[in-house]
């Protein structure tokens, strides 16, 4: 009965993975989380396709009940780096090289190389074992204990994966907050929820390798299938602040005098921008950042940051949302019944929960709501 029931879900699981992986990369938006996540999604799909196969078309019942099998742990290594590398692609895209992917991949190189080398090399045995008392039994040989050295790579990675992605969310936030007007355009609150749900996996991958079964990978298959199908809708409806039009934009330098730098016009950019900002009012428009600030000033991403830090002192989103929300208390006294669903799509927001919120920080707690009956009341 279980056998035919991880038949089923290994089926469901490759069909699902294999086509999230299809439509990921045809449609990916200049986003190269989506391509990454395209690849782990067909590994995975991949992977599963070969069990289903083995479990229909042969008798692979013991390979159900080894333990701590190499080919296993491996695939297990390999998983863990495209989980490594696929929150970089979304905290901070701009810093992953090539290089760097080769770096993250160096680990499981090593572990393939030493073990089949040495194998190979001095013609070592290999077992196989069903229970942890024989494996202990063996633990003097290379191609046993290397197992657990192996394991603790593949550990390595889960551990680093989360001190990487702690690391970066900061970074990521102060990225959003220096570039874009509305920060929950591309919010990454679910972020915590992918490493909880990265842990799971891992712990019960954990517990197939030591307590092989039918019950222990039908539970492991059930919750990654789970995680890689709530990964994929998560993705899927994110927008992404590192797509390409966003990182090779390129800036309309604006003719200068001769002897003429940044530090010397500073005063002269802040002061056109000041103008620019109240006269015509770009940060009513949806889609306003700070590629049309470097755009009407002709300055590159870092200068046109630094006009806001440290001529209005405070980041590009929070110069936006001050001036969006002193907007939208304008149109409130004006008209107090107006709808806040209109007031948040005339100030450029994204939806009225955006506004709602950008609108109660401003305002210490004051809701629109509360707002527009207070204009209402002294009118």
Same mark, same amino acid.
């Given at each position: 009965?279980?056998?035919? $029931?991880?038949?089923?879900? $290994?089926?469901?699981?490759?069909?699902?993975?294999? %086509?999230?992986?299809?439509?990921?990369?045809?449609? %990916?938006?200049?986003?190269?989380?989506?391509?990454?996540? @395209?690849?782990?999604?067909?590994? %995975?799909?991949?992977?599963?396709?070969?069990?289903?196969?083995?479990?229909?078309?042969?008798?692979?019942? /013991?390979?159900?009940?080894?333990?701590?099998?190499?080919?296993?742990?491996?695939?297990?290594?390999?998983?863990?780096?495209?989980?490594?590398?696929?929150?970089?692609?979304?905290?901070?895209?701009?810093?992953?090289?090539?290089?760097?992917?080769?770096?993250?991949?160096?680990?499981?190189?090593?572990?393939?190389?030493?073990?089949?080398?040495?194998?190979?090399?001095?013609?070592?045995?290999?077992?196989?074992?069903?229970?942890?008392?024989?494996?202990?039994? /063996?633990?003097?040989?290379?191609?046993?204990?290397?197992?657990?050295?192996?394991?603790?790579?593949?550990?390595?990675?889960?551990?680093?994966?989360?001190?990487?992605?702690?690391?970066?969310?900061?970074?990521?936030?102060?990225? *959003?907050?220096?570039?874009?007007?509305?920060?929950?355009?591309?919010?990454?609150?679910?972020?915590?929820?992918?490493?909880?749900?990265?842990?799971?996996?891992?712990?019960?991958?954990? *517990?197939?390798?030591?307590?092989?079964?039918? @019950?222990?990978? $039908?539970? /492991?298959? *059930?919750?990654?299938?789970?995680?890689?199908?709530?990964?994929?809708?998560?993705?899927?409806?994110?927008?992404?602040?590192?797509?390409?039009?966003?990182?090779?934009?390129?800036?309309?330098?604006?003719?200068?005098?001769?002897?003429?730098?940044?530090?010397?016009?500073?005063?002269?950019?802040?002061?056109?921008?000041?103008?620019?900002?109240?006269?015509?009012?770009?940060?009513?428009?949806?889609?306003?950042?700070?590629?049309?600030?470097?755009?009407?000033?002709?300055?590159?991403?870092?200068? @046109?940051?630094?006009?806001?830090?440290?001529?209005?002192?405070?980041?590009?989103?929070?110069?936006?949302?001050?001036?969006?929300?002193?907007?939208?208390?304008?149109?409130?006294?004006?008209?107090?019944?107006?709808?806040?669903?209109?007031? @948040?799509?005339?100030? +450029?927001?994204?939806?009225?929960?955006?506004? /709602?919120?950008?609108? *109660?920080?401003?305002?210490?707690?004051?809701?629109? +709501?509360?707002?527009?009956?207070?204009?209402?009341?002294?009118?």
């Amino acid at each position: 009965m279980i056998e035919t $029931l991880l038949s089923l879900i $290994l089926c469901i699981s490759s069909t699902i993975c294999l %086509w999230s992986a299809f439509l990921l990369a045809y449609d %990916w938006q200049g986003c190269r989380q989506r391509r990454w996540l @395209a690849l782990v999604l067909f590994l %995975w799909g991949a992977g599963w396709t070969a069990r289903t196969y083995g479990l229909f078309f042969g008798d692979t019942a /013991h390979r159900y009940t080894i333990i701590l099998p190499p080919g296993l742990i491996l695939g297990g290594i390999l998983a863990s780096f495209t989980f490594l590398v696929w929150p970089m692609t979304v905290l901070n895209a701009p810093r992953l090289r090539p290089r760097r992917i080769l770096s993250f991949l160096l680990p499981f190189i090593l572990c393939i190389v030493i073990y089949y080398g040495m194998i190979a090399a001095f013609r070592l045995p290999r077992f196989e074992f069903t229970s942890m008392a024989s494996l202990w039994s /063996h633990i003097g040989y290379f191609s046993v204990w290397f197992r657990l050295v192996m394991c603790a790579c593949l550990l390595g990675y889960l551990y680093y994966t989360i001190r990487l992605v702690r690391r970066y969310i900061g970074r990521y936030n102060r990225y *959003v907050e220096e570039n874009f007007a509305e920060y929950e355009k591309y919010t990454i609150r679910w972020m915590p929820r992918y490493l909880l749900g990265l842990v799971a996996i891992s712990v019960l991958f954990f *517990v197939n390798l030591c307590f092989a079964s039918y @019950a222990t990978l $039908l539970c /492991h298959n *059930v919750v990654s299938c789970l995680f890689l199908a709530w990964l994929t809708a998560k993705v899927m409806v994110y927008n992404s602040p590192y797509a390409a039009d966003n990182l090779n934009y390129a800036v309309p330098e604006v003719p200068k005098a001769a002897g003429e730098d940044f530090k010397s016009r500073f005063d002269v950019y802040l002061r056109q921008i000041k103008t620019w900002l109240v006269n015509e009012r770009p940060y009513l428009r949806a889609d306003f950042n700070l590629k049309d600030v470097m755009a009407f000033a002709g300055l590159n991403r870092t200068y @046109a940051s630094k006009i806001f830090n440290d001529g209005f002192g405070k980041s590009f989103i929070f110069v936006v949302r001050e001036l969006r929300i002193d907007y939208a208390r304008r149109l409130i006294d004006s008209n107090p019944a107006v709808s806040m669903a209109d007031v @948040a799509a005339l100030c +450029g927001y994204s939806t009225p929960q955006a506004f /709602h919120k950008a609108f *109660v920080f401003c305002n210490d707690g004051l809701t629109p +709501g509360q707002y527009a009956r207070r204009a209402a009341a002294t009118e």
